[in-house]
């Protein structure tokens, strides 16, 4: 199926992209599509924003449409960032910025008390106005410091998750305490909460599709 990811993070674009080609279906993004409209996210929870984004998108283009609307939420914080981890620090995906707000809320914070976690959810959107929305997340704790990796981009250089995925489809334990940057796209997506979210959507849209 040809699908628009309805995107402008290009760390996104390319998650999305990666998840949805394996699952057997053509992506396009919104630059390939000449689309050029940025719906505004003013939902107040993941799955109100995804929705926004992949009707507007869907109505822009005529093809199936994915959205994804993620944030981390950081118990500490009585789930901030959340809905606005984009722009916590005020300039929408400014990510040293938000890292740095980030980092800065939690300064003396105790390890034990650092858990967080990483939350998606994602829309798809036909033609015809109907949608599907699954929802994943990750959990684990917010590093006192960065560690960068090659892989990544927003939160990821201080998110830690609780586990590592592996190529059998289990999760084991995070020993190394690794980042969401440290590990590899496989290692991520098998355990990540948009990748968690992804794979619900797989499993639901033959039913949908068919309903």
Not at 19 to 41: F, N, R, T, W
Not at 56 to 68: E, L, P
Not at 69 to 94: M, Q
Not at 174 to 191: C, G, M, V
Request: charged content about 25%.
């Amino acid at each position: 199926m040809l699908i628009c990811a309805a995107t402008n993070n290009q760390g996104k674009l390319k998650e999305l992209r990666r998840i949805l080609e394996a699952q057997g279906h053509e992506v396009k993004s919104l630059k390939e599509l000449d689309i050029h409209i940025d719906p505004e996210e003013n939902g107040e929870t993941f799955a109100e924003n995804a929705f926004i984004k992949a009707e507007a998108i869907c109505k822009a283009c005529g093809f199936a449409t994915v959205a994804d609307d993620s944030g981390l939420c950081v118990d500490a914080l009585s789930g901030a960032p959340g809905v606005y981890s984009a722009r916590y620090a005020g300039e929408h995906g400014n990510d040293d910025a938000n890292n740095e707000k980030l980092l800065g809320a939690l300064q003396g914070v105790a390890r034990e008390k650092r858990t967080a976690q990483f939350v998606s959810a994602v829309c798809f959107m036909l033609p015809d106005g109907r949608h599907l929305t699954c929802e994943g997340q990750c959990p684990g704790w917010v590093s006192p410091d960065y560690r960068p990796g090659d892989y990544g981009f927003g939160y990821d250089p201080i998110f830690v998750p609780d586990g590592v995925g592996m190529p059998d489809g289990t999760v084991r334990p995070n020993t190394e305490e690794r980042s969401y940057s440290q590990l590899t796209p496989d290692e991520k997506d098998a355990i990540s909460h948009r990748g968690r979210a992804m794979k619900k959507l797989q499993m639901m849209l033959p039913l949908f599709l068919n309903g």
